[in-house]
């Protein structure tokens, strides 16, 4: 018994300040990704501050695929009738 209670005193004074630390943490993350929101939302001086987006110019077309003299596609096996 006086093992359990020996590690029982322990959680109980180790585990509320552990807890107390990461509900701060998480709080102020919570309030920090808020904070961004709100920015992007609103369009704050920040976000504009950025500038335009550059305009990209139009990328080349790709030449259509010839296929090689000579060449023919594989014939198809009759229905019913595989190789």
């Known amino acids: 018994m006086r093992y359990k209670l020996r590690t029982l005193l322990i959680l109980l004074a180790i585990l509320p300040p552990l807890?107390?630390?990461s509900w701060w943490k998480c709080s102020e993350w919570k309030a920090e990704q808020?904070?961004?929101r709100t920015a992007?939302?609103?369009g704050t001086k920040?976000?504009?501050s950025w500038g335009p987006l550059p305009v990209l110019p139009p990328?080349?077309?790709m030449?259509?695929?010839v296929e090689p003299p000579g060449?023919?596609?594989r014939e198809q096996p009759p229905p019913g009738k595989e190789y």
Request: charge should be positive; hydrophobic fraction near 45%; proline fraction near 14%.
């Open 63 to 65: 030449e259509p695929i």
């Open 46 to 48: 920040q976000a504009r």
């Open 59 to 61: 990328q080349p077309q």
């Open 34 to 36: 808020e904070r961004q």
């Open 19 to 21: 807890l107390a630390v």
């Open 71 to 73: 060449w023919r596609p």
């Open 40 to 42: 992007l939302l609103m």
